[in-house]
């Protein structure tokens, strides 16, 4: 366990900045491999009361050594639709989120960025969530992106964008948005726009 804090706790004064930091791995000698897991968790940078970021995430490092060597990097986890992991590699990470709260309003991003043998991949989505009592507001905006190396170059972009408004524990309006591109050898395209208001509801 690796523990960073701001200033050093032995001082007694309260922390600006912490960041405390799990890590566990192995190496399998019979089959030559590698694998490190760090998580960040219960971390955070800013004073209490004022302006305050929680910070979280688990970075991943896979290494086989054997007759047909190769690696797997990961901060953050992987994208939803990729499954040529090997069965040993966890693909349940946290993903890489900074947070943080005004009154009723909270924001968080979190992010995610992976290289495979045969792949790169990242993504992001942005939430915010203020709650009024009687009324209340959730959006959230997100991209994922894969993009195949091997064995033929081939990518998939995935953005979404959700919002809705709530008053007494009811959806009033609600608005979304989805798209995915694919490429390059054969373009597609697919989307979808929906709205609601009250109970009319068309996509």
Do not use: C
Not at 8 to 21: E, M, Q, S, T, V
Not at 38 to 43: E, F, I, K, M, Y
Not at 89 to 117: H, N, Q, W
Not at 168 to 190: H, K, N, Y
């Amino acid at each position: 366990q690796l523990l960073a804090q701001l200033p050093p706790k032995d001082l007694g004064a309260p922390a600006i900045l912490k960041l405390l930091i799990d890590v566990v791995g192995y190496y399998d000698a019979d089959t030559k491999f590698l694998l490190i897991r760090a998580r960040l968790r219960d971390s955070f940078v800013g004073i209490e009361g004022f302006v305050k970021l929680d910070l979280a995430g688990e970075l991943l490092l896979a290494m086989d050594f054997g007759s047909d060597p190769s690696f797997v990097l990961s901060a953050g986890g992987f994208h939803p639709r990729y499954t040529g992991l090997p069965a040993r590699i966890p693909r349940d990470l946290d993903r890489m989120r900074v947070s943080f709260g005004i009154g009723p309003v909270k924001l968080s991003v979190e992010v995610y960025f992976a290289i495979t043998p045969n792949s790169v991949q990242a993504g992001q989505k942005t939430s915010l969530v203020a709650d009024f009592g009687i009324a209340g507001i959730e959006a959230s905006l997100s991209f994922d992106v894969l993009v195949y190396i091997a064995p033929r170059f081939f990518f998939v972009i995935d953005l979404e964008f959700k919002a809705k408004v709530k008053a007494f524990g009811e959806t009033l309006a609600a608005v979304g948005v989805s798209a995915t591109l694919s490429g390059p050898d054969q373009w597609r395209i697919r989307g979808e726009f929906s709205f609601s208001i009250l109970w009319w509801d068309k996509s």
